[in-house]
């Protein structure tokens, strides 16, 4: 973020070897809450700024984009764990540290996220130096648990419930499995937001026929009978989810959302 340069803090145990930074990206619908990592990561020695994201799609643009090492990933934005899994798979060194919200905090979110590839999970209302502790100690450790979060990741004494993580050690899998591809999932957040074909090809650098399969491969794997039924569908079953923010959002959204909760 240009303009903020405050006095800088050290890093402690987990600074990069050779004195490489580490390249931080945040997803989030809040701006005034991008605008706040982007000053703690400006503030403190070792890290860098790499961007902000405010969608899914925005998101897997900007890892493939920019490739940053870690991404900082707001539970409410990615409630079934879709997007984590979707930019663990495409880029396996990515770091990526979940800030739970109350909503979230529970034993099978947990769970879900970090078998969906998360690498460490942190309150979303912790402090700067907690969350910069955070990012070091997930790159470094490839694995970190806030302590406030820790009773929720241990593996429960009695007979787990139907929805609890299975005894076996296999992590609950999130509602509404992912039956698209990484590229069909950023193709559907567009035709949910309202765009055409054409539209889509220009933001995803990808020809109009080529979404024109993909649209068709979404339609096919979700049994629609057309976009708007696709988007219909991908709501009430969790592969996408609304914004967050406070904008109400492009009309298919908006009528997609109203349909799902009827």
Partial sequence: ????????????????????SLGVAVVDPIPIFREGIAAMVHRTLGLHWSGQAASHHAAMQLCEQVRPDVVILDSALDPNCHLAKLLNAGDPALVLVTLVRDTNRTQQYLAAAIGAGAHAIVPRAVDSRRLAEAVRRAHHDRRYIDPALSALTARPKREPSPRAAPADGHLVQPKGAMPLSRREYQVLQLVAEGLENSGIAKLLFLSVETVRTHVKSILRKLSARDRTHAVTIAFRSGILVPQLDDSAGPPAVQEAVARGTR
């Avoid at 973020?1 to 490489?20: V, Y």
């Fill in 1 to 20: 973020m240009r303009g903020i340069e405050p006095h800088r803090t050290p890093m402690s145990a987990g600074q990069p070897a050779g004195g490489r």
